[in-house]
């Protein structure tokens, strides 16, 4: 059976688990006597893009296509320009019987509908999910899980997040399939979330862009939906893995389970795990060092290990991958807890590297599907300790061959990392509870079933199509059939194989041009591609010299126009040159006077100091002041209550004086009232002369005379009153004085003052 299988990458260029499984199965189907030819991308130099290469190795053939450009869009990337119409040029070459696709990432679905262009029988084993939607992995940008349907709304939000983290590709390094929100500036993380969970508008998207972004992703999903309904058979490796398929909208009854087999030749012969519990348990971590595989989880469980637990294990890591900044992260945090990196590896050596283990982690983050690893880790009677998202549970039966734990939680990775280090006997349960793992033999017969079947089906339509065949040309048309699908290599071989036939029996002898055919057979027709590659090239040469022809004319224009520009460019470099040495000197002024006040500063600051230092004495003495003044305020209370009595009676004696005052005031103006009466009457006798002048004279002189003697009787009086009220201010005043001087003395120093009577005292 003349096969050919398809997939991204091949080793030892490509390193992965299913770029492994295809070199495996390509070479157990060569094996079993059938003719394989496989079909990858690779980047040769000195080769035009698209152009085809092959190899011949032991068990198969690969051809390899030159793909030297990253996609320019997600269109792009859904169908690389060329690759497809290389592929044809293969399939015309080499005219394989069946198609067997294990993926389509940097080849494209152009290459399905070449497949279905050349009737030929296509089968697709779903390694990922990547026949359900642009994120294969099933992980958001944000590395958050995907658990229902890829619908059109999430994959343009996906995508305008994955375009705003190209925007800070040269921090993030290849960031594979997302970032942790965590590890990130916090304002892309905000973005981030708006974009995938919020309103996209909020996060600076138009809503035109938001209409193409949608747009485009709904063509991008019809166009993958339509280029895998041409699939005639499916393999699964999982039944989670066919779920999903059947939960996105393909056919159940196409879809077969089929689990992955492996060598195992190669992990015959190893030396059993340690059973000793006194030697430490080795466990390790062995795959792509990328952020879904949860390597990190498994350094925060060997973290939260018991200290005599920790002191029991010894932990490496195998492995690497392209996201730098995550390997540079990983790294660094085992040299901290003493974990062993050991870096990346070929195929050829993981048996020796299963020698050097005990138990295998695979912490995945993702939904995984159908790990190699953990059959290769069975093969080699090692202990499995995986989490429990995704098929895991199909390949680890907690507790029966294996142990696991929940997806993420370093807490419980460590718990069971800590079970097989106290529970010795566990071990040995677990290794006898394991079942055979599946050849690689054993899957490529299932496979070459699979194929009959779809290449029987194909066949009958053709025939059905065709109609029926006049019974004499069965034979004919059966033999037609045969050289329509036989490969250039095989007519050329059975045209010369008639050609030395006829020879022999002619007798004649062989013709030279038969070494010259052989050789290109021998060298895999090598020339014709070649001579393609060259005619691409020059077709290629020929519209750029074209184009720079017809662009010759605007070139001057161009020129001149430039020239215009560096005029105006030079001049204001210029200028900006002349701004740059004014603020030169501005700046050099700044930095002096900033010199300057610093000094200044430093002066205020020592003056600052010793104010402080003085302060802080002067709150000494002000407390010491605030307790003398307390037993002055118990002084000047009973001075204060003497004085009130003092005072009563001072003002009980003015109210006193000031009735006697008021009597006299009363006497007198009684007195000039009588006065003044005597003398009308006196003026009124004399006018009528009823009375002698003389008489009334004396009368009224005596009068006066009284009334002068009130008068300085009152005035007395008054000056008494005055100067009652003088010696009570001055006693109130004295005696005030004197405390407060007392009390200032008390408080800051003694010293000799004279008192208001003249003596000299110490201060109290």
């Not at 900044?325 to 062993?340: K, S």
């Not at 006497?667 to 009457?681: D, H, N, P, Y």
């Amino acid at each position: 059976m003349r096969i050919c299988l398809i997939a991204h990458g091949l080793p030892p260029y490509e390193l992965a688990g299913v770029e492994n499984h295809v070199d495996a199965l390509a070479r157990a189907l060569g094996r079993a006597g059938h003719r394989v030819e496989v079909f990858a991308p690779r980047r040769l130099a000195d080769l035009p893009d698209c152009s085809l290469r092959r190899e011949v190795r032991p068990d198969y053939a690969v051809t390899w296509v030159q793909i030297t450009h990253d996609p320019r869009s997600p269109a792009e990337a859904l169908d690389p320009l060329g690759v497809a119409e290389a592929f044809g040029r293969f399939l015309d070459r080499e005219r394989p019987e069946v198609v067997h696709v294990h993926h389509v990432v940097r080849v494209g679905l152009g290459l399905l509908d070449a497949v279905a262009d050349a009737g030929l029988p296509l089968v697709f084993t779903a390694h990922d999910y990547f026949a359900t939607g642009d994120r294969y992995t099933l992980l958001r940008p944000d590395m958050r899980l995907i658990n229902g349907a890829q619908t059109v709304e999430l994959q343009a939000r996906c995508e305008l997040a994955v375009a705003r983290l190209n925007q800070h590709a040269e921090a993030l390094g290849d960031y594979h399939v997302g970032v942790f929100p965590e590890t990130v500036e916090p304002e892309l993380a905000a973005e981030l979330s708006t974009l995938l969970d919020g309103d996209p508008l909020q996060a600076g998207v138009s809503q035109e862009e938001w209409e193409d972004v949608l747009a485009r992703r709904e063509r991008l999903e019809q166009r993958r939906r339509a280029a895998f309904e041409q699939v005639d058979r499916w393999i699964a490796p999982t039944r989670f893995l066919r779920a999903k398929l059947v939960g996105a909208g393909y056919r159940q009854a196409r879809i077969d389970h089929q689990p992955y087999g492996i060598e195992l030749e190669r992990f015959r012969g190893l030396p059993p795990i340690r059973s000793d519990a006194s030697e430490p348990l080795r466990i390790g971590f062995v795959g792509s060092m990328t952020k879904h595989k949860g390597i990190h989880v498994l350094l925060d469980a060997v973290e939260r290990l018991a200290p005599d637990v920790r002191s029991a294990v010894r932990v490496d890591l195998f492995g690497d991958s392209t996201d730098r900044v995550y390997v540079e992260h990983i790294t660094a945090r085992a040299a901290e807890l003493d974990v062993h990196v050991r870096g990346a590896f070929l195929e050829p050596r993981l048996p020796s590297l299963m020698a050097e283990l005990d138990v295998l982690v695979v912490p995945s983050l993702w939904y995984e599907n159908f790990p190699f690893v953990i059959r290769e880790a069975f093969a080699a009677g090692r202990l499995v300790v995986a989490s429990d998202g995704g098929a895991l549970p199909e390949s680890v039966r907690d507790g029966v061959d294996g142990l696991l734990f929940e997806r993420g939680s370093a807490e419980a990775l460590a718990a069971a990392l800590a079970r097989l280090v106290q529970e010795p006997e566990l071990r040995g349960r677990l290794l006898a509870g394991a079942q055979p793992v599946r050849a690689i033999e054993d899957q490529a017969e299932e496979c070459c079933a699979i194929y009959a079947e779809a290449i029987e089906a194909r066949a009958e339509r053709e025939r059905s199509a065709a109609g029926p065949v006049l019974p004499h040309l069965v034979s004919l048309s059966e033999r037609l059939d045969e050289l329509m699908h036989l490969p250039m290599r095989g007519l050329l071989e059975q045209t010369l194989q008639r050609i030395d036939g006829l020879e022999a029996e002619l007798g004649a002898p062989r013709l030279p041009f038969h070494a010259a055919l052989m050789g290109m057979v021998d060298h895999d027709l090598r020339t014709p591609e070649r001579l393609r590659d060259f005619a691409a090239e020059s077709g290629y040469l020929r519209r750029e010299i074209r184009a720079r022809d017809e662009s010759r004319g605007t070139l001057e224009e161009k020129s001149e126009w430039l020239e215009g520009q560096l005029k105006a460019f030079t001049e204001e470099r210029d200028w900006l040159r002349q701004e740059v040495e004014g603020l030169k000197l501005q700046a050099r002024q700044a930095l002096d006077a900033m010199a300057e006040e610093r000094e200044w500063l430093k002066g205020q600051v020592e003056a600052a100091t010793k104010e402080s230092t003085w302060l802080r004495g002067e709150c000494e003495v002000a407390n010491e002041r605030a307790r003398e003044q307390g037993e002055l305020s118990d002084l000047l209370e009973g001075e204060r209550i003497r004085l009130d009595a003092h005072l009563l009676e001072l003002s009980q004696r003015l109210d006193g004086e000031r009735a006697e005052a008021d009597e006299l005031e009363r006497r007198v103006q009684a007195s000039q009232s009588r006065l003044t009466e005597l003398r009308g009457r006196v003026s009124v006798q004399v006018g009528t002369g009823q009375s002698q002048p003389t008489v009334l004279e004396q009368q009224l002189d005596q009068l006066d005379a009284d009334l002068c003697a009130l008068e300085t009787e009152v005035a007395w009086r008054r000056q008494e009153m005055e100067a009652a009220r003088s010696s009570a201010r001055k006693s109130l005043s004295g005696f005030l004085i004197r405390r407060f001087a007392a009390g200032r003395r008390t408080a800051s120093w003694p010293t000799m003052e004279s008192d208001d009577d003249g003596s000299q005292e110490g201060s109290r």
